[in-house]
């Protein structure tokens, strides 16, 4: 096969980066070298958009260990552990065949968590559709959630917080986000680099087929038709194979066999072998007719660029290859040395005495860079300026409030993780629905304390698309307002910036005011980014996604038993509001469902202002005085407690000022607010600590009963029983989706 | 002292948890436990054995299928038909089934989904190994999470008459109803017992039900192995 | 030799899943479906030509793992290479 | 008229399903066993007696319903009633 610019260009690189790689070869590449460099260089791997911008997240803390850069994020947690985690996209994957598609985003972040050495304790899902009553809709929904838990369930990992939501702007582009967290022993963190010179390479896993293989080519003149109807385009994937992986290679793990892993994700075995080099400023020789193939008469250029699923990289200690194999033996796994460590800094592929590439693995592995224009979008600030007041039309409270809680955003989400294991291993303290974020217990190694980690995952893409910047702000305070409300601490937290296409200037802008709001909050908050993912091009026939920066926030909580969760208690406690009292409509769950858009302009998130009631709630709940905690986000206050209420299958009665509108009272939304509840003993010493610290505390009714009662000033605006809330909270999700 | 054996099949991912059960949350009452590795083909000296949940070989084909000729399973039948307590749970219950040492089947659920949720069982039968020491009419608080959990028998009036159920899907308040069913079960059936009532499965969670800082807080697992050890023990004992 | 095993659920065993594709289908119009059952058809590559020897151990593997006696009935049919 | 459809994955997409069973086969001492892939059969029984009718509406179904064309293929046969 020739190659020329034109064929470049199939390969979907610029006449430039054709240039340069020319240019970095100093010869014309082979064509397995041209389907590699343009793997690599390709938006997906190397970031050229979005590596500067990323570049100003915070990244350091005390607790980080591992930062961005590496397959996952690491951050201590004590007792010589450490949390390791990360957040993915498999958002195209998904739209195409969505149980599939979901179920290999699920295995790949997995992988990432474990190839670093840590055991995966749990799994959060984030998940975007279109309009719930279009029937393609319906079959993504249905696939994708089958996909996660038929993955996860299988791979033994439990699912415990997630995050569905729909809007238009998905219709032709969903988004499934994984994450996965696991625990390592701080001083047995594996790295992806290939180092020691003379290090043999061994290839772990599900054998190679001619899955994914990159689709600029799918079309050019070197196949048949034949060769191309045998290159699916879809990954299929094998949770028992990721499974025997996970177990063999903790196993193998606990040895020093282990030099070096890096799992075989996108792009294959050519990123694997390339990073692997090029972290460790080393090269690596590999001969390709030693990886085990599911199909003959395989290509170098599809071993190297395939992506099937369940596979491993791994530089091994030299003269200590038979007892990894030994490991992947016992766990009846296809295993085989396919090259080596050189210190020649390249990456060179042989095959049938041939060599097929021989290349700089740095000059793959840093990629080109682009700087995109960015514009402000016109008409943003007349949106800003209109006034997000009442809105003519909508119900009377108690309908609003009911309507509110069935609309499939706000409603429980058990339909989806009723489908998920989430207690297999014996770890979840706090399951999916039940708080503000799952909570999953972590036993220090000695087995004598018991601490947990809690997780948040989610977007207020509202938010984020009205104003990326404050939107992205108040996206952060929202995971550590969720993570509050458990008694967590926050300790990092990894993102999945999904995104329209960046080569137009709006969308530029969204990316670039997005990643200045999550760092500015980040710094603010004290809260690393340790890890990420970008996904750009999210668009179907030129229309956009709604900008959507994922967030998956990880925290500590020092004793696992005083987690707590968002229903109220017994009948007789006090409740109350932390925070402000009233809230702002612009951006509001409420101002979507009734005006049927978003405008005004959003609540400022301001640490000085916000901060002191993030720690109030965490420090309340660490000492024991709060019987439940929730953060008031989707629908406000009025849906915080009908929430509260639900959960605990208890009334309240609720008097609050009339100040501002009830609009606004009942439905505004703003940061770092929470509904809490206390047995009445512990009323002195919340308000003594608000005091303290400065927040505000309202306290405004009891629990009992079986009915919400909400009044404002001296009339009640808000009467209904419990049950006929739960009703549509809980139903509300699979109705929206034609379900039961 | 009880010594539980936890046979790991590749795929089987309850096993640390019932490991962690017995052998830790269940230490002070006396009992430890050790993992057997699916290709041994010795049990080494244990009093009870546990097959855990999971999905053993993905369950492919069949739940249970493949790990019901897994090596380990010759000593697992001996040590059954000597009498030996076996309790298999979930997928140790499908595992059981298609090894024939429990009669039944366990097939998709009816809803076609996997279906993790706290359900009720209430104990009856005849006695076993993992039961007799629980007060009969007893309503235990469990999970289930399986998505092959449906029970199905040819002939479920003569397993009846045989004492042979030994959890049965009930409401909160015992009512053997389709809403506290949650796969869709032939009458409710959770779990059964062999002819000689030593083997036992189950598709509810036990294991998952020994601490109260997890979950839904139940300890009501606990019964199951605590009844197992007052055999072991000889002691005429009642738990729960 | 290749051999293609059908494995059916024996018509005593509800078919819940075949019950909801019969649904779907009629609900999308195709009001001449009477009823769906769905069962699993296994291709087995065999390295055996002989077709009486091929027969009988793609029985035995269907008695052994294949299908489960309890709830299913199999058939085999062989097909040239 | 009972029509059987029968429904596999194409060619190239990875069936682990398959390939474990495969495996055990081949653990059993079915060393003949080179390769076994799995796939679904989808017996309907159809309100229809005029054969190229039935044919040409199974295979709207299968393409609509029955059948994922992202990563399978299917076949249909009309049986006699
Ligand atoms: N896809 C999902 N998988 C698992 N849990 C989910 C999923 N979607 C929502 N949840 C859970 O349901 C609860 C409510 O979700 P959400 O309304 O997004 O919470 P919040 O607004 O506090 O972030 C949380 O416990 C969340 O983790
Ligand atoms: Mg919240």
Request: contains cysteine.
């Amino acid at each position: 096969m020739k190659v020329d610019e034109k064929l470049a260009l199939a390969h979907g690189l610029t006449s430039g980066e054709y240039a340069s790689l020319c240019e970095g070869l100093g010869r014309v590449p082979t064509y397995a070298e041209l389907g590699m460099a343009s793997v690599m260089w390709s938006e997906h791997c190397s970031y050229k958009s979005s590596r500067p911008h990323l570049a100003t997240l915070p990244s350091d803390g005390e607790r980080v260990v591992v930062g961005p850069g590496e397959n996952a994020g690491a951050v201590d947690i004590g007792d010589g552990q450490v949390a390791v985690f990360k957040m993915e996209s498999h958002n195209h994957p998904s739209f195409i065949e969505p149980v599939q598609g979901a179920a290999t985003g699920v295995g790949g972040i997995c992988r990432d968590v474990f190839t670093m050495g840590a055991r995966p304790i749990a799994i959060a899902d984030c998940l975007r559709f279109g309009p719930p009553e279009s029937a393609r809709t319906r079959y993504l929904v249905s696939g994708v959630v089958n996909g996660i838990g038929g993955y996860g369930n299988s791979f033994g990992v439990p699912t415990i917080a997630g995050d569905v939501a729909f809007d238009e702007s998905y219709a032709g582009n969903i988004l499934v986000n994984a994450f996965c967290l696991g625990v390592a022993r701080r001083d047995r963190i594996f790295l992806g680099a290939a180092s020691g010179a003379g290090n043999p390479i061994l290839y772990v896993g599900a054998r190679t087929g001619r899955d994914g293989i990159h689709g600029a080519t799918m079309a050019s003149a070197e196949f048949s038709e034949d060769a191309e109807a045998k290159r699916p385009n879809v990954q299929v994937g094998d949770p028992f194979m990721e499974k025997l992986l996970l177990e063999a290679c903790l196993e193998l793990m606990t040895t020093d066999v282990l030099v070096g892993i890096q799992d075989m994700g996108a792009a294959g075995l050519t990123s694997s072998a390339v990073e692997m080099a090029a972290r460790a400023g080393s090269g690596v020789d590999m001969n390709l007719d030693r990886v085990p193939v599911r199909e003959a008469g395989m290509t170098a250029y599809e071993l190297l660029l395939s992506e099937s699923q369940e596979r491993m990289l791994m530089v091994v200690a030299r003269g200590r290859e038979e007892e990894a194999l030994a490991v992947f033996e016992k766990w009846d796994l296809a295993a085989a040395v396919i090259g080596e460590v050189t210190t020649s800094g390249r990456v060179v592929v042989r095959m049938g005495g041939v060599i097929e590439a021989d290349m700089p693995a740095a000059l793959l592995a840093d990629g080109p860079r682009v700087v995109r224009p960015s514009s402000r979008p016109a008409g943003i600030d007349a949106v800003h300026g209109e006034e997000a007041g009442a809105i003519g039309g909508a119900p009377e409270p108690t309908a609003a409030l009911i309507e509110l809680l069935s609309c499939p955003d706000i409603a429980s989400k058990a339909w989806v993780f009723r489908q998920y294991d989430h207690e297999v291993r014996h770890g979840t303290v706090i399951r999916p629905g039940e708080a503000d974020a799952g909570v999953v217990r972590v036993l220090s190694p000695d087995g004598t304390r018991e601490k947990a980690l809690a997780v948040t995952a989610g977007c207020p893409q509202r938010y984020v698309a009205l104003d990326p910047y404050e939107g992205s702000r108040l996206a952060v305070c929202e995971a550590v307002a969720n993570l509050a409300a458990v008694g967590a601490e926050p300790i990092g937290v990894t993102d999945c910036l999904n995104f329209g296409n960046p080569e137009k200037p709006e969308i530029m802008w969204q990316l670039v005011e997005s990643v200045r709001g999550l760092g500015d909050a980040c710094r603010a908050l004290g809260v690393p980014v340790v890890s990420g993912n970008v996904s750009l091009y999210n668009e179907s026939n030129g229309s956009s996604i709604a900008p959507t920066p994922m967030l998956a926030m990880v925290g500590l909580v020092a004793d696992a038993s005083r987690a707590t969760t968002l229903g109220f208690g017994a009948a007789g406690q006090v409740i109350a509001i932390i925070g402000a009292l009233s809230g702002n409509l612009a951006g509001s769950a409420y101002q979507q469902r009734f005006a049927r858009r978003n405008f005004g302009r959003l609540t400022a998130f301001d640490y000085a202002q916000h901060g002191p009631a993030l720690k109030v709630v965490r420090g309340l709940i660490e000492a024991g005085s709060l019987a439940s905690a929730h953060d008031i986000s989707d629908g406000g206050l009025a849906v915080a407690m009908a929430e509260s209420a639900i959960a605990g299958s208890i009334g309240a009665s609720i008097e609050l000022p009339a100040r501002g509108s009830a609009a606004e009272l009942l439905f505004g939304e703003g940061p770092a607010r929470f509904v809490i509840s206390f047995a009445p003993v512990h009323e002195q010493t919340i308000r003594a600590q608000c005091e303290r610290l400065g927040v505000d505390l309202y306290v405004c009714g009891h629990t009992g009963g079986s009915s919400l009662s909400i009044h404002v000033g001296d009339g009640e605006v808000i009467c209904t029983d419990i049950a006929t809330l739960a009703d549509g909270w809980r139903g509300g999700f699979g109705r929206a989706i034609g379900q039961s | 002292m009880l010594t539980f054996g936890v046979v790991r099949f590749p795929g089987s991912n309850c096993d640390d948890d019932a490991l962690y059960a017995v052998a830790k949350v269940l230490a002070p009452a006396g009992m430890t436990g050790k993992m057997i590795w699916h290709k041994e083909r010795t049990l080494g000296g244990v009093d009870a054995l546990i097959l855990p949940g999971g999905f053993s070989y993905g369950d492919y084909l069949r739940a249970g299928a493949m790990a019901a000729h897994s090596p380990i399973m010759a000593a697992v039948k001996d040590f059954a038909r000597g009498g030996g307590p076996v309790l298999g749970i979930c997928n140790g219950f499908q595992i059981l089934c298609e090894a024939g040492l429990l009669e039944g089947a366990l097939v998709r659920n009816a809803s076609l989904r996997f279906e993790c949720a706290d359900i009720w069982v209430r104990v009856e039968g005849r006695p076993t190994p993992f039961s007799h020491a629980i007060p009969a009419g007893r309503i235990l608080s469990m999970a289930v999470a399986h998505g092959a959990g449906r029970y199905v028998h040819d002939d479920v009036d003569r397993l009846e008459g045989e004492g042979r159920v030994v959890f049965r899907y009930v409401t909160a308040d015992g009512d053997v109803t389709e809403v506290a069913n949650p796969n869709g079960s032939q009458s409710n059936i959770a779990g059964v017992t062999n002819a000689a009532g030593n083997v036992v499965g189950l598709m509810p969670h036990p294991e998952r039900a020994c601490e109260a800082v997890l979950g839904g807080g139940s300890e009501d697992g606990r019964l199951l192995f605590l009844s197992a050890l007052a055999q072991v023990n000889g002691t005429p004992a009642r738990v729960g | 030799m290749h051999v293609k095993v059908t494995v059916n659920l024996k018509p005593g065993i509800l078919d819940p899943q075949g019950q909801a594709v019969a649904e779907s289908l009629s609900r999308l119009g195709y009001g001449e479906v009477r009823g769906v059952r769905i069962g699993k058809v296994v291709d087995i590559d065999l390295d055996e030509s002989d077709r009486a020897r091929a027969r009988a151990r793609v029985a035995e593997m269907c008695e052994r793992l294949i299908a489960n006696g309890v709830i299913e009935t199999f058939s085999i049919e062989l097909l040239e290479a």
